[in-house]
């Protein structure tokens, strides 16, 4: 999700409770320190580190490790204002406590790229109270000043480098000691680590089968079920007959719960096998004969109307009805499957007096609330481990809690612990998409070829609607569904964008990059087509009118020349070029692409430039964008959800694609070394790649693709 | 009863002789670093070998298994010494993690077959395993790699 700042946080503090937004706090509650505090040859000075006589550093890390590399990064910052041996760091995942509340969003959850820059001091600081309880322990121990002591890779060292210390030899007097309210950060200039391309932690275990997802949790006595949930959305079930069910082979239980009826079984082939001969009749409801066809007419038609302005510079309606050459054009995208590698999971072990959970979930707070109201236990009966995530994208923030809460549900029926398992058409058909959207657009040039006008309206559904977040949504306008477009950055005189809220049964979420996964799509798209238009180079025009965004402007020119902008090609091969800003950074693609006879796109080559201010890892964040341009790329060839009589038609990946290793472009990523504010890395790698590989479509072709996924006989 | 070898353990199921490999990996035995990712051998996240060959555990029915050799990730090395790991730890591939199971798996049997192998070797054995993080240009650059610390002696 975007970050959305003081609003945001202030909301969260007033509904959830949850407090803490704006004083980062280190410590546990009750004086407890750390988790693990009780073993004696453990210093834990506060609720982030915990060193052990054995030198072992041990970062407990707050977000949720879904591919991004928090469990790298997120150390690396405590552990250079510690001056720790990297080779003696650990991590280990929080519980969930509001000390480990995002430092903005006030509650525990990872997203909206914003776990590096938001946890960035604050882990600094946990490292450097560590740091100074460590040189006060060894100083009191030599009788000398602690400022004549510096620290040095896991080592006090006394004054005039005579003697030295472990930080594992000085655990047991360190730990008597008070943490100091008030720790000096490093000047950057003096970092050790930040900035450095180190190898992640977890991968090790990520390569010998050791590394434990949702899924690879198993509990003494447990069974697994699986769920039949509604065909259609919103549909009610009438009645079912389990007698079938119940006699497979292996099923213990079969029970409805509120999202359908849930088989329960020794193992998962059971309980699918199970389910797979239950009888169901449903009351399909209101969405039974909706298909895709008949919501983009009913878009189409919402476009033509006036929407609720989120951005009005001059007078667009004026300069384009003054237009000698008008430009109108449709952009559509449709709903989108997160499609995580591993497909949505939830244990949980119930009793009358505890609830524990055991997910890969991005949102601990939102689960866990909804593991207390449905289980009516305490808060402080419900304990959730957050495991490894096989991919999260945004489907593991749910704040209706779906997975998590239907699996509560399913404990109550089992009586024994229960790990819920979806299987990958449960999951494609099970909701929480990306938003399908229309975009009605047009423009003009002046005399000169310039643009002039910007008029663009967008409808589709709004995320935030319904959920706790709902309270954000300003005037109607939710800013996940007009960011990136309401805030155009190019210089144009009259600009006018509205948004067309929809009500529609079928449950959207965020999804990698969020609004701006379609919005940079269609603006970089268009205003492609405004240069073609005024007989502009895209990539000059965009210089021009990027004056007041030099950093967009930066990565812009960086693309431009590392992507030979305006050099010869081979036959049949175009260039596009994007450029997007997104969650606090800066991204520019340039890719090269062909078209066979057939149609099929191919996608050569893409130079990737990205401004994320200060970094922490280079190498991670070169990663982040390889895989955003690949994220972006697989769902502008392939991806889209489509619904029939009520029904989504996709449901697995022979028809929900993803790119593969032979379709996979080269890719060459550029990472600008900044002093600026640290900005997110986990999304903003996605939004230019389909504008630009479209853009090179039209470079290559002279066709223009104003719908994804890309299909050539579409093309304009 | 099915009888098998695991990582070179005999071990006897009682089990649904139709019921996939994946799952007795996976539930019966505990060898959960096999995962599970589409269920109709689309993605290769469930790859493992039996008697040398990939093979989608996730469709192979277990007693497909009977009598012959398993080979899962656990098994690959005991000590992350295989060069494919080496290599993979060394190019820092996995993101999330989840694929790379299959993704090693898949790999051990090309460098078994060509040892020194081509971008398009690699792409042709490759392209039936799914990465959604998007690890592939890393994964092709740590096979090559691998390639070249089995080369200089290490164990394949």
Partial sequence: MSPAGIERREFLKLTMGAGGGLLIGLYLPNGKRALAASAAAVFAPNAFVRIAADETVTVVVNHSEMGQGVFTSLPMLLADELDADWKKVKFEPAPVDPVYNHPIYGVQMTGGSTSTWSSFDQFRRAGAVARAVLVEAAAQEWKVEPEKCRTSNGFVIGPGNHIRRSYGALVAKASLLTPPAQVALKDPKDFQLIGKSLNRLDTPEKTNGTAVFGLDVNLPGMLTAVVARAPVFGAKLKTFDATKASATPGVRKVAAVPSGVAVIADGFWAAKRGRDALKLEWDEGAMADFSSQRQREQYAALAKQAGLVARNDGDAAAALAGAGKKLEAVYQVPYLSHAMMEPLNCVVDLSSDHCEIWTGTQFQTGDKMAAVEISGLKPEQVKIHTTLLGGGFGRRANPAADFVGEAVHVAKAAGVPVKVVWTREDDMRGGYYRPAYYHALAGCVDGKGAPLAWSHHIVGQSIMEGTPFAMMIKNGIDDTSVEGAADLSYAIPNINVQYHPTKIPVPVLWWRSVGHSHTAFVKESFFDELCAAGGKDPYQTRRALLGTSPRERGVLDIVAEKGHWGKPLPRGRGRGIAVHASFGSFAAQVAEVSVDENGKVRVHRVVCAVDCGRYVNPGIIEAQMESGVVFGITAALYDELTLEQGRVEQSNFHDYPMLRMNETPEIEVHVVRSDEKPGGIGEPGVPCAAPAVTNAIFAATGKRVRKLPIRMSEAV | ?156
């Fill in chain 2, 1 to 156: 009863m099915i009888s098998f070898r695991v990582n070179g353990k005999a071990v006897n199921l009682e089990v649904d002789p139709s019921m996939p490999l994946l799952w007795a990996l996976r539930e019966n035995l505990q060898l959960t670093g096999t995962k599970f990712g589409c269920g109709m051998a689309q993605c290769g996240a469930c790859t493992v070998h039996i008697d040398g060959q990939a093979v989608r555990s996730c469709v192979a029915p277990v007693s497909r298994a009977a009598g012959r050799e398993v080979t899962t990730i656990e098994g690959i090395s005991p000590d992350l010494s295989h060069p494919l790991q080496r290599a993979w730890i060394e190019l820092d591939v996995p993101q999330c993690g989840y694929c790379q199971s299959g993704q090693i798996m898949s790999a051990a049997v090309l460098l078994r077959e060509k040892p020194n192998p081509t971008d398009e070797d690699i792409d042709q054995a490759m392209s039936g395993n799914i990465c959604r993080c998007g690890t592939y240009l890393r994964i092709r650059r740590a096979i090559h790699r691998a390639a070249e610390l089995a080369a200089q002696g290490g164990e394949r």
